[in-house]
């Protein structure tokens, strides 16, 4: 199968404005999904309400547009009733990070087995560009004309300790890292999440004059380096790129299988 047998023609062309990175995303998550020769039938894709959610309308796998932050929720049901199904969950700052972090942290510490793609455009881009929970201190948006008093979280560290065994970074300047990256993530047996820091140019650029998609990807560019790299040591204000959790750990539907067994035997 090709990369465009996974794609509901239909429904394009899509909304996303011109130069927002999360069609690129999309572009290496099928290439992945791809070369793993997944098929169709095998995917379910969950997502809540944003931009990054509009994935799961333009992908012809098994969909389910849920309601804002409880993608998770329903991705963690789907794949209890189904564990034998790969669930891909796409989500934004708000959907993951706000009104859906209980489930986020709960997900990583639980180690079920779903793919979570938090798309950090650091700004809410659907509703009008009001600050998110990725903006940084001193961002401008709608809600914060004056600059944003709020620290932002870093994705890694929080999905760290909240006890995903998969957690990784990358851009979507860096397509081909993304499909490597994305790839391992759907493989890996547990909880796994890739942000992947997405260019919002109409709201995050424009209130930031940080300039069009193109200035933003240069961005990514310039300002990332992969983990572990002597850049960093240089210049400690780079951004780390890569895989930084990788471990195996009992994964939650396989313990919960276990239990049932155990119930029926007792029986």
């Known amino acids: 199968m090709s990369t465009g047998d996974y794609i509901r023609k239909r429904f394009f062309p899509h909304?996303?404005?011109?130069?927002?990175?999360?069609?690129?995303?999309?572009?290496?998550?099928?290439?992945?999904?791809?070369?793993?020769k997944l098929s169709k039938n095998d995917i379910v894709m969950v997502s809540g309400i944003g931009c990054s959610s509009r994935v799961s309308g333009y992908v012809d796998f098994h969909t389910?547009?849920?309601?804002?932050?409880?993608?998770l929720a329903f991705a963690s049901g789907i794949k209890m009733s189904r564990p034998e199904l790969k669930v891909i969950v796409p989500m934004g700052d708000g959907d993951a990070l706000a009104i859906g972090g209980n489930h986020l942290i709960h997900a990583a510490r639980r180690n079920i087995d779903l793919t979570a793609i938090i798309m950090n455009n650091r700004i809410y881009g659907m509703t009008?560009?009001?600050?998110?929970?990725?903006?940084?201190?001193?961002?401008?948006?709608?809600?914060?004309?004056?600059?944003?008093?709020?620290?932002?979280?870093?994705?890694?560290?929080?999905?760290?300790?909240a006890g995903a065994t998969f957690v990784a970074r990358t851009t979507?300047?860096?397509?081909?890292?993304?499909?490597?990256?994305?790839?391992?993530?759907?493989?890996?047996?547990?909880?796994?999440?890739?942000?992947?820091?997405?260019?919002?140019?109409?709201?995050?650029?424009?209130?930031?004059?940080?300039?069009?998609?193109?200035?933003?990807?240069?961005?990514?560019?310039?300002?990332?380096?992969?983990?572990?790299?002597?850049?960093?040591?240089?210049?400690?204000?780079?951004?780390?790129?890569?895989?930084?959790v990788q471990k195996e750990m009992p994964e939650y539907c396989s313990a919960y299988e276990k239990i049932i067994k155990a119930a029926m035997q007792e029986k």
């Open 128 to 161: 009008g560009g009001q600050f998110s929970p990725l903006s940084g201190f001193g961002d401008i948006a709608t809600t914060a004309p004056y600059g944003s008093i709020d620290h932002d979280f870093d994705i890694v560290e929080l999905a760290t300790a």
């Open 172 to 244: 979507s300047y860096h397509v081909h890292e993304s499909t490597k990256i994305l790839k391992q993530a759907i493989e890996h047996k547990g909880f796994s999440l890739v942000e992947v820091m997405s260019q919002c140019p109409t709201h995050y650029g424009r209130k930031n004059r940080l300039g069009d998609a193109i200035n933003m990807m240069e961005y990514f560019k310039k300002n990332t380096t992969p983990s572990g790299s002597k850049a960093k040591e240089k210049n400690p204000d780079l951004i780390e790129r890569g895989i930084f």
């Open 64 to 71: 389910m547009h849920t309601i804002h932050g409880r993608a």
């Open 15 to 36: 909304i996303w404005c011109k130069g927002c990175g999360h069609g690129t995303v999309l572009n290496s998550l099928l290439r992945g999904i791809e070369e793993l």
